[in-house]
């Protein structure tokens, strides 16, 4: 948990969520976490204001399910990057392949991570979480837009559907990063730096420096953070040498069933012996943002901000309890350790330009926001282990037909895939708002986003001679049209477009003044979505003449869909006393539909893979409260909800009877029942206790099998689906974490002590099938086991100086936040071991 720093003006600081209310029966909405409950003369919790419905208010009087981390907050718990911040969110979990590389899930409502980056930005569904930076929505599929919490002034994470006032995307909720905005008429610089150990890992070191300064008092300010965190490995790479087995599900190729060709030689092996080393998975976060805020009067200013930030990723994030292979070829490996054969990173930068104009005419409020964000990814990883897979065979061994000869002959497995993938987001909105005072008041906007996806994805596992290369479909829209190296089996180059056009209203009426209010909202949305590009396989290349050979490349060239769609929501609000209310929600989410990669065609008999598949939609009906008692000393706040997710999207891989490509379908539909709770208590002085959970059963109503052509249901293949009244993915049934906080007077100086704990209760990766082994028939699933972590930290601080100590993972418990096997080896996504370390923060200004 690691807490950063003790704030110099004595505030007092709240976090985590206390799972036992649950277990006690307290049914609680996440407000925050809290936020520095800064102390008062009476000691009381601290109010947070946020903008949640794009108007400035208490987080008490919002009804929403809020948790809202401020910047003090975020620096107290030693969260640098939304992994860290996760186990922080006891309704929030995570499934994916690193930092930058997950979906954020809300509530339960996932249907499995995406286990690696493969193609995901080209067949990967929309997400059902947004993420924004503040007015800019940044999401794409299958990487959450990592962005390095420094300066930030809070996030605030929104449950439930936000379809309303956010869109698509903000189907399960909404991640929001405000950032700090300039101070005209203060100079402010603030300088952090710390360096820390992990147990059987790399030292690590960060740093970064805040500055702002009023150009033009009361007019022009500008303000600038920059910074540098690198992170150690923890993950080794041992030695180890990949021998083909007669067990490979390809070996055929070759002409052998039951022996494999040669002994472990360079043509027919891989050894990692020049990769051999420790602490392989070092990240490296480095950028820049500057904002400049001009007011032009009392009732006109502008803010723009540019920002950008380059995130290094490398290696993997993940240990394999096992090699790959059977009998003797599959031995159990050490801790925290994996045996890859190339090398392997994920490079992800993006920058984004950003301009806001508030305003006023007469009593109405105005803002535009308009954004341009630009991120690029190059990712490469290891994919020897696909020589154990259907079809690796054919494009690195030879039979005796083929070689001319009385043996066939295999080749090097040795094989990665890469990505390079660019989005941009460019989206504009405007809304007008009355005053906050008023009886009846209302916002409405409209909005437009063109959102792209342009992606290259190359799998280069073709290593047996012969081949003719590759290209492109002729006459296919493609990024690159050349010729693809001799390696290269298998690439899409495809681009994804979106283009979202949206009016939105909301208004609010106090039927009786400062005590029952309506809420009733609404967005009509219009999404245009297409897809072109080429898909290639150099399936049927061999010894096919002058290059590129085309035999396997498809044309996906104008695949175009519309959806349109108006969604609502429905709030009453009870205010009975000034600190006590409670609220009925009735709300709607979506996220739009898209394309598969392939054209359709039959791939098992009777069935044709669909060339798209149509949007899902989220209804939430919710009943919660948000309380203050004792003068401002304990809050207690919480909501009860039920979720429907019908029509959901979830993507289907079964090579062996419907082809290699995955594709996504609309499956089965939903129901989620939870509560949340947090529990914030100021008893005396400067002790602070903060909890929370969440309790989240999920059961799926029903199990539609595929369906083939002329609607033929296809019982003779396994059901890729899950069965009535099972789960869904990384969504454990409990959640919750706990903090304790003290902090007191020695002399000058303010010391405090902390200690929390953090609880994930079992779940499993995806739906479906259980898996029992490796490169299931559909799709991964595992059992993932439940864990508790614990974190402690010790500082203090003297006027402008701060120094803190802190040990996160203090029982180095080994988390399996994630299971998954895209490399065809079951493969854990584990936490970082315990790690301790130490920070300086020096501040000038107010």
């Not at 295999?410 to 990505?419: E, K, L």
């Not at 701060?802 to 418990?813: C, E, F, G, K, Q």
Request: proline share 5%; net charge negative.
């Amino acid at each position: 948990m690691a807490l950063i720093l003790s704030n110099p003006n004595r505030q007092s600081l709240g976090g985590m969520k206390l799972a036992r209310t649950l277990l006690s029966g307290v049914a609680v909405c996440a407000m925050s976490i809290p936020a520095s409950a800064a102390e008062t003369d009476s000691g009381a919790i601290s109010e947070i204001v946020v903008t949640a419905q794009k108007r400035s208010e208490k987080l008490q009087d919002v009804p929403i399910a809020i948790e809202a981390m401020t910047g003090d907050t975020l620096k107290e718990l030693n969260v640098e990057n939304f992994d860290d911040m996760a186990k922080y969110l006891p309704n929030v979990t995570m499934g994916g392949s690193g930092p930058g590389q997950s979906e954020i899930y809300m509530r339960g409502l996932s249907v499995g991570g995406t286990g690696g980056g493969q193609s995901v930005g080209a067949t990967g569904s929309f997400p059902n979480v947004a993420i924004y930076l503040d007015d800019q929505s940044a999401q794409v599929p299958g990487r959450n837009l990592d962005i390095y919490a420094v300066d930030l002034q809070r996030v605030e994470v929104l449950e439930g559907p936000q379809g309303t006032l956010f869109g698509s995307g903000a189907q399960a909720g909404v991640v929001r990063y405000i950032t700090n905005k300039p101070d005209l008429q203060n100079y402010q610089a603030v300088v952090n730096a710390g360096t820390a150990g992990t147990v059987h890992g790399a030292m690590s070191g960060n740093g970064d420096a805040t500055l702002n300064v009023p150009l033009i008092t009361d007019t022009l300010a500008a303000r600038v953070v920059v910074y540098d965190d690198r992170r150690g490995g923890y993950i080794n790479n041992v030695p180890g040498t990949f021998v083909r087995q007669s067990t490979d599900l390809g070996i055929h190729y070759a002409g052998y069933t039951n022996n494999v060709p040669g002994p472990a030689n360079a043509q027919n092996s891989a050894n990692n012996k020049s990769l051999v080393a420790k602490d392989i998975n070092p990240v490296t976060y480095e950028g820049v943002r500057g904002e400049i805020l001009y007011k032009f009067s009392d009732d006109w200013n502008a803010l723009l901000t540019e920002s950008f930030q380059n995130m290094d990723a490398e290696g993997v994030f993940y240990e394999t309890p096992f090699s790959s292979g059977t009998g003797a070829q599959r031995v159990a490996l050490p801790d925290l350790s994996v045996q890859l054969y190339n090398p392997s990173f994920d490079k992800d930068k993006f920058e984004n330009t950003a301009l806001t104009i508030n305003g006023r005419i007469g009593d109405l409020s105005v803002v535009y926001s308009g954004a341009y964000l630009v991120r690029d990814v190059k990712q490469q990883q290891d994919y020897t282990n696909y020589a154990r897979g259907v079809y690796a065979d054919y494009y690195q061994c030879l039979s005796a037909k083929q070689t001319n000869s009385s043996a066939g002959q295999c080749y090097s497995p040795s094989s990665t895939w890469r990505v390079h993938e660019k989005d941009t987001h460019l989206s504009q909105e405007g809304r007008i708002s009355t005053p906050d005072d008023w009886q009846l008041r209302a916002i409405a906007g409209v909005f437009w986003e063109s959102f792209t996806i342009d992606e290259n994805d190359d799998w280069e596992y073709k290593t047996a001679p012969g081949f003719t290369d590759v290209g492109p479909s002729p006459g296919a829209k493609v990024n690159n049209p050349g010729i693809r190296d001799n390696n290269d089996a298998f690439f899409n180059d495809v681009t994804r477009s979106y283009t979202q056009k949206a009016a939105f209203a909301s208004v609010d009426y106090d039927i009786i003044p400062k005590v029952l209010t309506a809420t009733f909202g609404g967005r009509y949305y219009r999404f245009d979505n297409s897809e072109d590009g080429s898909v290639v396989s150099s399936f049927g290349c061999f010894d096919a003449g002058p290059a590129p050979c085309t035999a396997g490349a498809a044309n996906i060239d104008g695949h175009k869909s519309h959806y349109t769609g108006f969604k609502k929501r429905g709030n009453l609000t009870w205010k009975v006393t000034p600190d006590q209310m409670v609220y009925f929600t009735y709300s709607e989410g979506f996220r739009p539909g898209g394309f598969n990669r392939k054209p359709s065609g039959t791939d098992f008999p009777g069935f044709k893979t669909p060339i798209s598949y149509a949007p899902d939609n989220l209804t939430n009906y919710e009943v919660g409260y948000k309380t203050q008692w004792f003068n401002h000393h304990l809050e207690l706040n919480g909501a009860l909800y039920q979720e429907d997710w019908n029509n959901t999207q979830i993507a289907i891989f079964n090579p062996t009877e419907l082809g290699l490509l995955t594709f996504t379908e609309n499956g089965p539909n939903y129901r989620v029942r939870g509560a949340e709770t947090e529990v914030v208590a100021r008893p005396y002085g400067g002790l602070s206790i903060t909890g929370g959970g969440a309790i989240n059963n999920t059961n799926q109503l029903n199990s539609p099998y595929l369906v083939g052509l002329n609607n033929v249901t296809l019982t003779q293949l396994p059901n890729p689906y899950g069965t009535i009244n099972s789960s869904l993915a990384q969504s454990p049934l409990l959640r919750g974490n706990i903090r304790v906080r003290y902090d007191f007077e020695a002399g000058d100086y303010l010391p405090f002590v902390q200690i929390g704990a953090v609880y994930s209760g079992h779940t499993h990766s995806g739906t479906g099938a259980i898996s029992s082994g490796t490169s299931a028939v559909y799709a991964s699933n595992y059992e993932e086991s439940s864990y508790t972590t614990v974190d402690a930290s010790v500082g203090i601080s003297r006027d402008n100086w701060s120094i803190t100590a802190y040990v996160d993972n203090l029982t180095n418990t080994r988390a399996d936040l994630f299971t998954s096997d895209p490399q065809f080896v079951k493969e854990l996504f584990v936490n970082r071991p315990l790690t301790a370390g130490l920070r300086v923060s020096y501040a000038l200004g107010k």
